[in-house]
């Protein structure tokens, strides 16, 4: 039972437009979200996280939405650039004591186009 | 510093080697794990170091064995792998357990033959 879900496997944006990925989790004990975004053949890097006490989180040009409720979040990127290209990750966790374990999404592979 | 550095960064081993995969940090994260990651597919979980101590085994077969000589070194010790093991794997740390951004290392591709 996948516990954290990318529906989208790929998404192409034009360079300067805005690139929106979305997650959907489960798993209502989960409270931490993150996002990596990983380039072949190297390890994620880790690009913006939020706690389930907020709703929004925003990084230069990087914002995830957080909607409880729904069990959705969502990674912004405005402007999309060439070099965003990229699989992005959506992770989540419980930080409940015993916890550890980062659960991921598939990933979107994301073009962005010139 | 914000880098975790795995060596090496490429593996190929037989069946029948024995060989291991070095993991380094010195961020003062408590926490490290190791992944392994087949292509297309997410990371999946399998070992997880908290304050040095074994905290959770995925329930990864014996021919993996981790090991964390101390709190900026990561080893993973393999031992009769099978071809089916050959994988992109990668190693994590964070500040804490869990709740933390973890910084991953660039990765050991290892090809079993």
């Known amino acids: 039972d996948q516990q954290v879900k990318q529906n989208s496997p790929s998404l192409s944006v034009q360079e300067g437009r805005i690139s929106i990925l979305n997650c959907d989790y489960t798993n209502s004990m989960f409270d931490y979200f993150l996002w990596y975004k990983k380039y072949p053949a190297e390890g994620p890097t880790f690009l913006i996280s939020?706690?389930?006490?907020?709703d929004k989180n925003e990084d230069g040009r990087f914002t995830v939405f957080l909607n409880k409720s729904a069990k959705h979040l969502s990674l912004h990127i405005v402007p999309s650039q060439p070099g965003d290209s990229a699989v992005y990750f959506c992770?989540?966790?419980?930080?409940?004591?015993?916890?550890?374990?980062?659960?991921f999404g598939k990933g979107t592979k994301l073009s962005v186009i010139p | 510093d914000t880098e975790v550095t795995q060596t090496p960064k490429h593996l190929v081993m037989g069946m029948t080697n024995k060989k291991s995969l070095k993991c380094e940090q010195h961020m003062g994260h408590r926490a490290m794990y190791w992944y392994k990651q087949k292509a297309k597919k997410p990371p999946e979980l399998m070992f997880v170091?908290?304050?040095?101590?074994?905290?959770i085994n995925e329930s990864v077969p014996s021919r993996f064995s981790p090991e964390c000589p101390n709190s900026s070194l990561l080893n993973l010790h393999l031992h009769a792998l099978q071809p089916e093991d050959s994988a992109l794997y990668l190693c994590a740390s964070s500040q804490e357990a869990g709740r933390t951004e973890a910084f991953f290392g660039q990765g050991t591709r290892l090809t079993v033959v």
């Open positions: 170091y908290s304050y040095e101590k074994l905290s």
């Open positions: 939020i706690s389930s006490i907020k």
């Open positions: 992770a989540a966790s419980n930080s409940g004591a015993g916890s550890y374990q980062l659960t």
